[in-house]
């Protein structure tokens, strides 16, 4: 009978905080979509996916993944729960469990399941490979052995069962040059004069030796493809029939994902195909990286996974070969979490709005993919409820900011890369909400809405001028824009990387207000050069609400606000540095403003540090206090900060 009480009680308890708040300070803002389950919100932003294995299911569905943001050490085991309506797999939250080796933070790792059901970990040590076996009971991985790998070095690699059984041990491995097995780095990383990449672009391709147990401890590789089939990587190596003929499935660092069938007669790979969605056109995977992995419930629910920066998708198997001997499957789909975290890519950039102009605060996000996303609030703003979000588009196209071969300051092995920062206003004075960003590009583009008030329709971007010249300055940086009386100032990191205020002319152009200062000093965000430079997402607000605009400013762990003084942010943080949220008291007019030296804000009074990557804060009445604070993280959690609990 008490039983009943208890759980009576904790009903009464949750149904009353389900109608209050779902925000708690602090605290990532869960997912609430009403099915119960959402995209799947990875907990690092970017990682590997090990491999499936039956542990709590009967087939080899249940999933394994390791994180490379200094958690190489953890692996997040995922039960399979059940298929979505539309037959997207549900997984159960993660379970975390140790990486059996020493130098555990260094080692990617790979998890095979044999046919005899033993399931197997592998970590790569220089040539040799450490293996583990699972126990299911415990859930821990227990050495057992070791294979010595004869032949050439190698990089990523993967173990695949043959249809004769025997196992194919596959890697890849690079062509020589300057980026390539081990060759040291050029002291300077730039493009020529000519603005092309004055180095190779590396290509690999795969070397394979065939064992027949894994306890043989010794296997000899050799060259199964010419060294040219990708640029930069492959990333895992999966095996599944299709038309009664076996494949080796791999994924790619730029996206693409290829198959090779295995030829039984002569024991080798076949020419490279491509996966290809139902309309025959080259998948790529959407996000950076595809880390590879073969689902299968049965024939009808099986498919590829892929992990990379930015989430895990689904791609159904169509079970089809193409004319071209491509491998046919569906297009790919959010994989799912029960009762997610809100989750939105990774190193999220969020601002708070009614983008619907419905009365109810949404979140506009951009990501480290180069996607914006729109959280349409289903509550209220004291109790907010935020479920998936929808791609915004522009001229009818989903927004995918990607840097290419030419617009990265690192080079083109930074191609995928879009780091969209938007700031929503009504840029051009017309009562409808516009989008305004920064990206990888150092751009500084402006997306009209050309639609309504109510239901927002954005044109292709354009950029902003300054006497002509597109407006330029540092990378990944989210601009601040706000309304000073009758003018609105637009702030970015300028080419020296310091703080630059603009006035707004038009709808296309601005003004130089000239640099921004601390003691008379330009306030410059870091104190080296290179892909260092920027990243700062910065929000105007009257913060200490003297009715004068404050910066807030969201940082990287390595940057120096200002860089001339010993009193530098964050680098300087005690005791330890991280990625935080900067205030700058506005110490001048909003006509004339002038800057206090930083301080970090503080939650319960403890520092806020959200890693080492990049944040981003925005402040709005969301949980019912016109000075709450959000803030979006480098593993894509977007953050709740009670303003009751935040000082400085």
């Known amino acids: 009978m008490s039983k009943i009480v208890l759980l009576f009680c904790f009903l009464i308890s949750f149904g009353v905080r389900s109608q209050t708040s779902f925000l708690e300070s602090g605290l990532p803002i869960r997912n609430e979509d009403k099915k119960g389950y959402g995209r799947m919100s990875l907990p690092f932003y970017n990682g590997y996916l090990m491999g499936l294995a039956a542990v709590q299911s009967e087939r080899p569905i249940d999933l394994f993944l390791q994180g490379t943001n200094g958690s190489l050490g953890v692996i997040y085991y995922y039960a399979f729960k059940k298929f979505s309506d539309d037959g997207i797999p549900v997984y159960e939250n993660p379970l975390e469990i140790d990486a059996p080796y020493d130098g555990k933070n260094k080692e990617r790792g790979v998890v095979f399941q044999h046919s005899n059901g033993i399931i197997y970990g592998f970590w790569k040590y220089g040539k040799t490979i450490r293996y583990a076996e699972f ?3 415990s859930m821990t991985f227990t050495p057992k052995g070791e294979i010595n790998v004869v032949g050439a070095g190698f990089s990523d690699f993967g173990i695949v ?9 596959l890697a890849g491995r690079r062509e020589e040059g300057i980026f390539s097995n081990g060759a040291p780095h050029p002291h300077k990383i730039a493009y020529n004069a000519e603005g092309f990449w004055p180095y190779e672009i590396p290509r690999m391709g795969v070397l394979a030796g065939v064992m027949n147990q894994i306890e043989d401890k010794e296997v000899k590789i050799e060259q199964f493809t010419s060294l040219d089939q990708v640029y930069y990587a492959f990333e895992g190596f999966v095996g599944t029939e299709i038309e009664d003929k076996f494949y080796i499935v791999s994924g790619t660092r730029l996206g693409n994902i290829q198959g090779y069938e295995w030829n039984r007669k002569t024991n ?13 056109i080259i998948q790529r995977n959407p996000n950076v990286h595809a880390y590879v992995g073969y689902f299968k419930y049965d024939d009808t629910h099986q498919g590829i996974f892929t992990v990379g920066e930015g989430g895990i998708y689904y791609y159904a198997s169509q079970n089809k070969i193409n004319d071209k001997g491509n491998l046919v499957f569906g297009k790919p789909q959010h994989l799912l979490q029960l009762n997610p975290d809100l989750y939105a890519g990774s190193l999220v950039n969020p601002q708070v709005v009614d983008w619907n102009n419905d009365g109810a605060l949404d979140l506009i996000v951009g990501n480290s993919m180069g996607f914006i996303f729109y959280f349409q609030n289903e509550g209220t703003n004291e109790n907010p409820r935020y479920g998936d979000p929808a791609y915004l588009k522009a001229n009818n196209e989903i927004i995918h900011i990607q840097p290419g071969y ?6 083109p092995g930074e191609a995928r890369w879009g780091y969209v920062s938007p700031t929503v206003f009504d840029w051009d004075g017309d009562g409808k909400l516009d989008i305004l960003t920064g990206d990888s590009r150092g751009k500084f583009m402006f997306y009209k809405n050309i639609g309504t008030a109510d239901k927002p329709i954005l044109a292709f971007e354009k950029p902003l001028y300054l006497e002509g010249m597109d407006l330029y300055g540092t990378w990944r940086v989210k601009p601040g824009v706000a309304r000073f009386g009758d003018k609105v100032a637009y702030i970015i990191f300028d080419r020296d990387d310091e703080l ?14 000239g640099k921004l200062m601390i003691a008379d000093k330009p306030i410059r965000g870091n104190k080296f050069g290179g892909g260092t430079v920027g990243r700062g997402k910065i929000e105007i607000v009257d913060w200490d609400e003297d009715g004068v605009h404050d910066l ?4 990287y762990g390595k940057q120096s606000i200002p860089d001339t003084s010993s009193r530098s942010l964050p680098i300087n943080m005690k005791p330890k540095r991280g990625s935080t949220v900067l205030f700058l008291k506005n110490v001048g007019t909003n006509e004339k403003p002038a800057y206090d030296f930083p301080k ?5 009074g403890v520092n806020i540090s959200l890693g080492g990557h990049s944040c981003t804060p925005s ?3 969301i949980g019912g206090n016109h000075h709450n604070l959000v803030i979006g993280v480098e593993t894509g959690r977007i953050i709740f900060y009670n303003r009751e609990n935040l000082s400085y």
Not at 269 to 276: F, I, W
Not at 406 to 411: C, T
Not at 500 to 513: C, F, K, P, S
Request: net charge negative; glycine share 8%.
């Open 135 to 137: 126990d299911k009971s």
């Open 161 to 169: 069962e043959l249809p004769d059984k025997r196992l194919l041990f």
């Open 268 to 280: 080798k790979l076949d020419v490279k195909r491509y996966v290809v969605d139902p309309d025959n």
């Open 406 to 411: 030419r617009e990265d300051i690192q080079g």
């Open 500 to 513: 630059h205020l603009y006035w707004q002319l038009d709808t296309y152009n601005v003004a130089d207000g």
């Open 552 to 555: 807030l400013i969201g940082t």
């Open 600 to 604: 970090v804000l503080k939650h319960n």
């Open 619 to 621: 402040v709005g009445n």
